[in-house]
C-alpha cells in the first residue's frame, strides 16, 4: 500500500512569492490533516478536511493561507504570499475516517523563505 | 484547551538499556494517545498508541503506559539498538485532533 505521497520535497522561494504543496493521502482515507513543523517543534495543525469539507481550519492565517480538497482526494496548500516566518516544514497526513484516529503522515516540504 | 508537556527533551542511553519517555496531558476528555518518531529528514511514524480504556499495550521492544487518573502516560523502549535514535513525539486526542508533546531527541551511545 502506497503511503501518503507530498510535492515537492524542498522548496526554495523569495519573500512575497506564492507557494504551493501538494499531497495524495492513502488510498480510501476520508480526513486528511495539513500541519507545519518549525524546527525543533511538535507539528501544528492548520486544517483537518472530512472528505472535501474542511472542518476545522481555526488555526489556517487565512490572510496568506489557502487550501482546497475538490474531489475529497488530493489536496493542495498555498502560501500568497509567503513571508520568512513561513519557512517551515510542511506535513500531511491521513486518516481512514471518523471512526479512526490514525494519523499516517508524509514525507513533508520543507520550505525556504529567503 | 488540552496541553501536552513532554521530558525529557533529549535523553541520552546505552545502546541495550532501556529508555522511558513521559508525557502529561490536562483535558480529561483525551481518549487517545499516540507516539510518533521521526527520524531526519522524514515525516513522523506512528509506532504504537493506546486509547483510555486500557492501561498498557506491548509491541516487541516497545510499550506504553497510560494512566488516566493522573493523566499521564509513557514510551518504554527496551533493549535500545542505534535504529532507534530519532526524535519522539507524544499527542493526546480528543475530537479527533491531536495536541502534540515537544518532543524527545532520543540518542543511543554504541
Redesign the interface.
Known amino acids: 500500500e502506497a503511503g501518503v505521497v507530498q510535492s515537492p520535497r524542498y522548496k526554495i522561494i523569495e519573500k512575497k512569492q506564492p507557494v504551493a504543496f501538494w499531497c495524495n493521502p492513502i488510498s480510501g482515507h476520508n480526513t486528511l490533516y495539513w500541519y507545519r513543523q518549525n524546527l525543533g517543534q511538535g507539528p501544528e495543525l492548520l486544517i483537518r478536511y472530512e472528505n472535501e469539507e474542511a472542518v476545522d481550519d481555526s488555526q489556517l492565517p487565512k490572510d496568506r493561507f489557502s487550501a482546497e480538497r475538490l474531489k475529497g482526494v488530493d489536496s493542495t496548500l498555498k502560501i500568497q504570499p509567503a513571508e520568512l516566518g513561513d519557512s517551515a516544514v510542511y506535513l500531511c497526513a491521513s486518516c481512514p475516517g471518523r471512526s479512526s484516529y490514525e494519523q499516517y503522515f508524509g514525507p513533508g516540504t520543507r520550505l525556504t523563505v529567503t | 484547551g488540552e496541553n501536552v508537556e513532554q521530558h525529557p527533551s533529549t535523553l541520552s542511553v546505552q545502546e541495550g538499556d532501556s529508555a522511558v519517555i513521559k508525557c502529561t496531558y490536562s483535558d480529561s476528555a483525551s481518549n487517545?494517545f499516540?507516539w510518533?518518531k521521526q527520524e531526519l529528514?522524514?515525516?513522523?511514524?506512528?509506532i504504537i498508541?493506546i486509547?483510555s480504556n486500557v492501561g498498557e499495550k506491548k509491541d516487541q521492544r516497545i510499550a506504553v503506559t497510560l494512566n488516566k487518573t493522573a493523566k499521564h502516560f509513557s514510551l518504554h523502549i527496551t533493549e535500545t539498538q542505534p535504529e532507534d535514535s530519532a526524535v519522539y513525539?507524544c499527542?493526546a486526542?480528543s475530537n479527533?485532533?491531536?495536541i502534540?508533546?515537544?518532543?524527545t531527541k532520543l540518542i543511543i551511545k554504541p
Open positions: 487517545y499516540p510518533y529528514g522524514k515525516g513522523p511514524q506512528l498508541d486509547r513525539f499527542a486526542s479527533y485532533q491531536l502534540w508533546g515537544a518532543g
